[in-house]
């Protein structure tokens, strides 16, 4: 995977914070697993939260549609950051369902730094949304 051009794209863009990376590995993408790769990423660099739960949709979509084998692992992090993005135009019942999703998900994960950063993510983001949504992040 580490020679995927659209993955180093998007290790490049998240190293130097260029958009522009993400933007490039989304044109260079060749099939629906490049298309979730830079989505994704596409996704987390969005300043309108409209454009976040757009790009985190599309993301979502190539993921099933380029097979469990392949994405099993990104699910948690796919609907962590779409529920995230939700809850920040403050559609929460959209955001707990997919905070529900992303524990659902994390359960299939390592015991690992990355699974613990996901689980912490889902605990604080159904926290906020049953607290009525994080205001701050509204504005």
């Not at 995977?1 to 914070?17: E, W």
């Not at 996704?43 to 994405?71: I, M, S, T, Y």
């Not at 809850?87 to 299939?108: F, K, N, Q, S």
């Amino acid at each position: 995977m580490d020679r995927n051009p659209v993955v180093q794209l998007c290790a490049q863009g998240m190293m130097t914070g260029d958009p522009a990376l993400f933007e490039q590995a989304w044109d260079a993408r060749t099939d629906d697993f490049d298309a979730c790769v830079a989505a994704h990423y596409l996704a987390r660099h969005q300043p309108d939260p409209l454009a976040a739960v757009e790009w985190n949709l599309r993301a979502l979509g190539h993921a099933d549609a380029a097979g469990p084998e392949r994405v099993r692992g990104f699910y948690p992090s796919l609907h962590l950051n779409l529920a995230k993005a939700y809850e920040d135009t403050g559609d929460l019942p959209a955001a707990a369902r997919h905070y529900e999703l992303a524990g659902e998900a994390a359960r299939e994960l390592p015991d690992d730094g990355y699974s613990a950063m996901i689980r912490r993510g889902v605990s604080s983001g159904r926290a906020r949304v049953a607290a009525g949504g994080d205001s701050a992040s509204r504005n």
